[in-house]
């Protein structure tokens, strides 16, 4: 039996960037994902990493800007407040074409909000939320073992096609405990060189890493550039998952912690008899258009789950086949308390039509 080890969801991101070779982390503590610098501040020395907890958030991000300049696998961690502070250096980044993971364990808003679990940084993390028309790779976890195996794909896939990468977690997520089964970190053989990596001229033509471009025509050309490689994500790096749609009368979507809670109350509609199914983003970008299209091409109803007052919802319209309805409960932070798997099967069962 492989070794099962039980921890929270924030030490899991942590154990996966060591595991994948990540030597570099700059932050700052801000609740409820201060466990991964305590984590890394640890365990870094141990293996030959550096941590540095800078001075601010903005710092931090411009602290990974420069180490990815420089060719190193590098991160930062925040909760929603700080990324807000750190979406122009992820605008920078974006804009010079530059790898790096950030996480981001989300807390409720806006403004100062609280510690309470809160899917309320959807938009921000899928639409670009910084300056510029840019995107970021965006991976949702959601379980401990999620948090550890995408903390590895984000930096795969940040690295194949020079785009920063996100994990989105939340409260619920960072700090609960359970099992994790760790394994070695394999590289895939197709990641490519960091041949642009700024290291030193000596004995080679100059290298530059930028995203000023002041030429005439070149900041468009700069940005059609940017958006092939967008096509190009959501043409081979789409992930989700799936089950029971085959005969589904009515489709579930939630994203993260709030799928776990889905996850119950479909099984307790199949129970009674309800033909409802599941479609659980895992990248929010590239979004799992063609998976809800294809869905709702049969099942014509689609309930969609989060915590917040309705944002993933509107991907989720714009996807689904024209003559779908789309159905969403909410709870925005403030709220008090999770919701509960009954309080979900009353709206399946609301919405559900035979």
């Known amino acids: 039996m492989q070794k099962r080890l039980l921890v929270k969801g924030n030490e899991a991101v942590a154990m996966g960037a060591i595991e994948a070779g990540c030597r570099y982390y700059f932050g700052y503590p801000i609740t409820p994902q201060s466990d991964i610098p305590e984590y890394i501040s640890r365990e870094f020395p141990k293996v030959g990493g550096v941590f540095i907890q800078a001075e601010s958030e903005i710092a931090s991000i411009n602290m990974l800007l420069g180490a990815s300049a420089c060719g190193a696998r590098a991160m930062t961690s925040s909760s929603s407040p700080g990324i807000s502070l750190k979406q122009e250096g992820i605008s920078y980044m974006a804009g010079s074409e530059l790898p790096g993971l950030i996480v981001n364990i989300s807390r409720s808003g806006p403004g100062l909000g609280g510690i309470d679990a809160s899917q309320s940084d959807y938009f921000q993390a899928v639409k670009g939320g910084g300056h510029g028309g840019y995107h970021i790779?965006?991976?949702?976890?959601?379980?401990?073992?999620?948090?550890?195996?995408?903390?590895?794909?984000?930096?795969?896939?940040?690295?194949?096609?020079?785009v920063p990468a996100m994990v989105l977690g939340d409260s619920v997520l960072g700090q609960m405990k359970e099992a994790l089964v760790p394994h070695a970190y394999?590289?895939?053989?197709?990641?490519?060189?960091?041949d642009w990596a700024v290291s030193g001229k000596a004995g080679r033509p100059q290298r530059v890493v930028k995203s000023l471009y002041l030429g005439d025509g070149e900041l468009e050309e700069h940005n059609w550039k940017l958006h092939r490689k967008y096509r190009e994500l959501k043409d081979n790096e789409v992930r989700y998952e799936a089950s029971c749609l085959d005969d589904a009368h009515l489709v579930v979507t939630a994203f993260g912690s709030t799928a776990r809670i889905a996850k119950t109350a479909i099984r307790m509609a199949r129970e009674e008899g309800l033909k409802v199914g599941l479609l659980r983003p895992i990248s929010l970008f590239p979004f799992p258009e063609k998976a809800f299209l294809e869905a709702t091409t049969t099942a014509k109803r689609v309930l969609c789950f989060e915590l917040n007052a309705g944002q993933m919802v509107e991907d989720v319209r714009l996807s689904v086949a024209r003559d779908a309805d789309v159905f969403f409960y909410g709870r925005p932070p403030g709220a008090g308390s999770l919701p509960t798997p009954e309080e979900l099967l009353a709206q399946i069962r609301m919405h559900y039509k035979d």
């Not at 991976?139 to 690295?159: G, H, I, K, R, W």
């Not at 394999?186 to 960091?194: E, I, T, Y």
């Open 137 to 162: 790779i965006v991976l949702a976890p959601n379980s401990v073992q999620e948090m550890y195996d995408l903390t590895m794909l984000a930096f795969d896939l940040s690295d194949r096609y020079r």
């Open 186 to 194: 394999v590289a895939p053989g197709d990641l490519p060189a960091k």
